[in-house]
């Protein structure tokens, strides 16, 4: 099976389906939203590189709780939400391409990342990683349409890489935004819940998932750079591991009862629980 059969396999709300909101052709997607959707202008683009493409929105995953890396992590209110919490807002797939190929799109490319390690470490989507390219929804829809033709002539992992460069130059910079984004959500929780009530439930989980997602996105990330290990770890994966895990901690998060209860005061913002 490939990854474009797996992907069109999936039922969405129409077909009495509950993984997702649409999964259809691009093209019919793009007729149900407005031309000022935030989006339009990327997905149009997208669409005209081939007109065969096939969309899923809001496609719910699951966190795999027997992984080596959630394990360490170790933040235990992503385990307390409900279970389809955790959602990619895009994932556009196609059969004319290198003999199916499928993309995730999130609004930030460390969320993106993040939800591509959650994803492939399902067993029925690990075999294949190698078959998924991890975009952001602020990228412009020329660099997408490059990236994606370069598949032509390069392996994905050459073409991720690239991708990367777009948004973060090195692991350092991808730390000290991801901390950044993880102050700025603490920051901005309450006032959001204290604005609009009625939602409180969905802003909490939405933090919580963004929060998981940036310690995902940071240990992952450090534990699959070799250029890490050799140099900076001179080969030892265990030191490799424990640093990975110090940075994962880095990610500031308020409590989940603390989100419930209102108290924004700063000793309920934690790095460990």
Not at 18 to 30: A, Q, R, S
Request: glycine letters at 4%.
């Amino acid at each position: 099976m490939s990854i474009y059969e797996l992907f069109n396999e999936i039922k969405d709300v129409k077909h009495e389906g509950t993984l997702c909101d649409f999964n259809g052709y691009l093209e019919d997607y793009l007729g149900l939203i407005n031309e000022e959707n935030p989006n339009f202008e990327l997905l149009n683009g997208i669409f005209e590189l081939d007109n065969d493409f096939r969309i899923i929105e809001n496609l719910k995953i699951q966190i795999n709780k027997e992984s080596i890396s959630n394990q360490i992590i170790k933040y235990r209110d992503v385990y307390k939400i409900s279970d389809n919490a955790i959602i990619i807002k895009y994932v556009l797939y196609s059969k004319n391409i290198n003999e199916g190929k499928a993309f995730i799109f999130d609004d930030e490319f460390i969320f993106a990342k993040g939800l591509y390690y959650i994803l492939t470490e399902d067993p029925k989507y690990y075999e294949y990683r190698n078959d998924l390219l991890t975009f952001s929804l602020k990228d412009d829809y020329l660099s997408v349409k490059n990236s994606i033709r370069s598949l032509q002539n390069n392996k994905i992992g050459k073409v991720q890489k690239d991708i990367d460069q777009r948004f973060i130059k090195n692991y350092e910079e991808g730390l000290a935004l991801a901390i950044q984004i993880s102050e700025d959500l603490s920051t901005n929780i309450f006032e959001n819940i204290k604005n609009d009530r009625k939602n409180k439930a969905r802003y909490i989980e939405e933090n919580i998932v963004k929060w998981f997602l940036l310690k995902k996105f940071l240990y992952v990330q450090y534990m699959i750079n070799k250029n890490i290990l050799n140099q900076v770890h001179e080969g030892n994966v265990k030191k490799q591991r424990n640093q990975a895990k110090l940075n994962a901690e880095k990610i500031r998060f308020v409590p989940l009862s603390s989100l419930w209860r209102e108290e924004s005061t700063t000793k309920t913002i934690t790095e460990q629980q």
